[in-house]
Antibody
Framework: EVQLVESGGGLVQPGGSLRLSCAASGFTFSYYWMTWVRQAPGKGLEWVAN????????HYVDSVKGRFTISRDNAKNSLYLQMNSLRAEDTAVYYC??????????WGQGTLVTVSS | DIQMTQSPSSLSASVGDRVTITCRAS??????LGWYQHQAGKAPKCLIY???NLERGVPSRFSGSGSGTEFTLTISSLQPEDFATYYCLHHNSYPRTFGQGTKVEIK
């Protein structure tokens, strides 16, 4: 059974940093692009970033470029999102998902990030 | 960036009703579109990929159609477990963008 489990969320002050993790199991992690999606309170879903199978290609939404870094460790079946210079508008539930050339078939349950003083 | 305009933003329907949700892309995205169901507190769920392909395990009452700039998600007979928010998402170029969502509520 495919499982994606996010962790690392929490309360952080504006300007602070946080590193999210997504632990994958039940499938061959290294075969898939992976994606982060977020949902701010009361808002819709927003695509954040994705990463190619070997980590060589990465893409970001403009609002996080230069502040967030997506990475992966295929040996550990794990996906990461390093978030720096956090802002109040980054407050959201963050989901990781498999990305099979546009088919986001599997999702985690999400981890909540709250940016507030 | 490609903008995805989804309509309606919300609708009220009864169990058994046929429901149609539309997504319009600001430029041609071929069939690079999926539909997702999201219920509060749960992980989003893929219903349709490549505009018209039913994701494995998804009931056949869900269907998708369209290509280019106009896309439709249809629920042929609404069931109690279908009350949720639905989103389209394109993967034609970067950044990927979701539609604003359609909240399907009980009439």
């Amino acid at each position: 059974e495919v499982q994606l489990v996010e962790s690392g969320g929490g309360l952080v002050q504006p300007g602070g940093s946080l590193r999210l993790s997504c632990a994958a199991s039940g499938f061959t992690f290294s075969y898939y692009w992976m994606t982060w999606v977020r949902q701010a309170p009361g808002k819709g879903l927003e695509w954040v970033a994705n990463i190619e199978q070997d980590g060589s290609e990465k893409h970001y939404v403009d609002s996080v470029k230069g502040r967030f870094t997506i990475s992966r460790d295929n040996a550990k079946n794990s996906l990461y999102l390093q978030m720096n210079s956090l802002r109040a508008e980054d407050t959201a539930v963050y989901y990781c998902a498999t990305d099979d050339y546009g088919d986001y078939a599997h999702w985690g349950q999400g981890t909540l990030v709250t940016v507030s003083s | 960036d490609i903008q995805m305009t989804q309509s309606p933003s919300s609708l009220s329907a009864s169990v058994g009703d046929r429901v149609t949700i539309t997504c319009r892309a600001s430029q041609d995205i071929r069939n690079d579109l999926g539909w997702y169901q999201h219920q509060a507190g749960k992980a989003p769920k893929c219903l349709i990929y490549a505009a018209s392909n039913l994701e494995r395990g998804v009931p056949s009452r869900f269907s998708g159609s369209g290509s280019g700039t106009e896309f439709t998600l249809t629920i042929s007979s609404l069931q109690p477990e279908d009350f949720a928010t639905y989103y389209c998402l394109h993967h034609n170029s970067y950044p990927r963008t979701f539609g604003q969502g359609t909240k399907v509520e009980i009439k």
